[in-house]
């Protein structure tokens, strides 16, 4: 079967099963595991399907439904942990650092090495990481109206909270880079966020591949204004040299 006719076989079944895993479609096509996930990767960038770890599931009006932080957990993982143990370089002995809400961000707190740090969060799942880490952490958590979809504290509490502090390093995640725009599912995340990287000396952005030419629903910073974007190694060479304009690209 000639690659194009795989691709257009791969589209239908995706469509037909609304969801669909690499075995399955392995199987039936009778190609190697390996093939099907370079096949699916490219579904994805041409934005047929939505590739989810395992598999893929089919494109519809709840893709621009903002997901839930167990489901964004499960979406593009490996590259999540890659992205996540690259911002750990990042991070010094005795660094001050405020760590914004996401998953891949609660994978870099997973995976710290060093030993000695303050760690500033309004996002619970990234505080429950740090708090049960063997390390010796100056941990501070930022109150606020709670954000169950996201895991984060948010409003006037926190960010008034925010303000009074500085940080060596601020670390934040993004819905999606679009151009020089920054964005995020929701407005007062986004103010937030914000406002943890103004107050920061070095501002660090965390994305994926899959996060990168897209834009969500709330523009919250800009990216000529942070110091770097921290993205996967197989980043697509276009990709890379655009987004290499606007500040420094870390892979």
Known sequence: MLKSERLKTILQIVNTQKFVTVDELAQALKVSDMTIRRDLNELHKFNKIMRIHGGAQILSDQSRIEKSYKQKREI????????????????????????????TLELMVANLKVKHLRIVTNSLPVFEVAKNSPNNYDLIMIGGSYRRISGAFLGALANSELATMSFSVGFVGVNGIKDTSMTTANLEEGQTEKIGLDHSQVKLIVADYSKLDHSDFHQFYDLRDVDGLITNHGIDPELEKHYSQFTTIYK
């Open 76 to 103: 593009h993982s490996k590259e999540k942990i890659e992205v996540a143990k690259r911002a750990c370089n990042l991070i010094h002995e005795n660094d001050s650092i405020y760590v914004g809400p996401g998953t």
